[in-house]
Nanobody, 122 residues
Framework: QVQLVESGGDSVQAGSSLRLSCAVS????????LGWFRQAPGKEREFVAG???????YYSDSVKGRFTISRDSTPKTLWLQMNSLKPEDTADYYC????????????????WGQGTQVTVSS
């Protein structure tokens, strides 16, 4: 029932900023956990950032201090502000929902967007 659509990916130079958005349709419950993951070619999908409906935020060590996750209730939107981008940030970025609550494991997320590509050049 929940559907997610990411947008905002682009090809940029190192040090640049990008703002990714995830449009959410369907019902989101207070117990749900919303997150961003990324997957580079040949690599496993990894947790980037997440947010509880209460507003608590969580980040991977690799992006802490550079990325900011946020949400809007109306319309339902999940955001990822990415600053000081590095070449190692290059990946397909996905938003996702874990119905069972907080997790950093992609296996616990039930609904996924289609992904948006971010490329960071030196």
């Amino acid at each position: 029932q929940v559907q997610l659509v990411e947008s905002g990916g682009d090809s940029v130079q190192a040090g640049s900023s990008l703002r990714l958005s995830c449009a959410v349709s369907g019902r989101i419950y207070s117990s749900h956990f919303l997150g961003w993951f990324r997957q580079a070619p040949g690599k496993e999908r990894e947790f980037v950032a997440g947010i509880r409906m209460s507003g608590n935020k969580y980040y991977s060590d690799s992006v802490k201090g550079r990325f900011t996750i946020s949400r809007d209730s109306t319309p339902k939107t999940l955001w990822l502000q990415m600053n000081s981008l590095k070449p190692e940030d290059t990946a397909d970025y996905y938003c996702a929902v874990a119905r069972r609550g907080y997790s950093r494991d992609s296996k616990d997320f039930d609904v996924w967007g289609q992904g948006t590509q971010v490329t960071v050049s030196s």
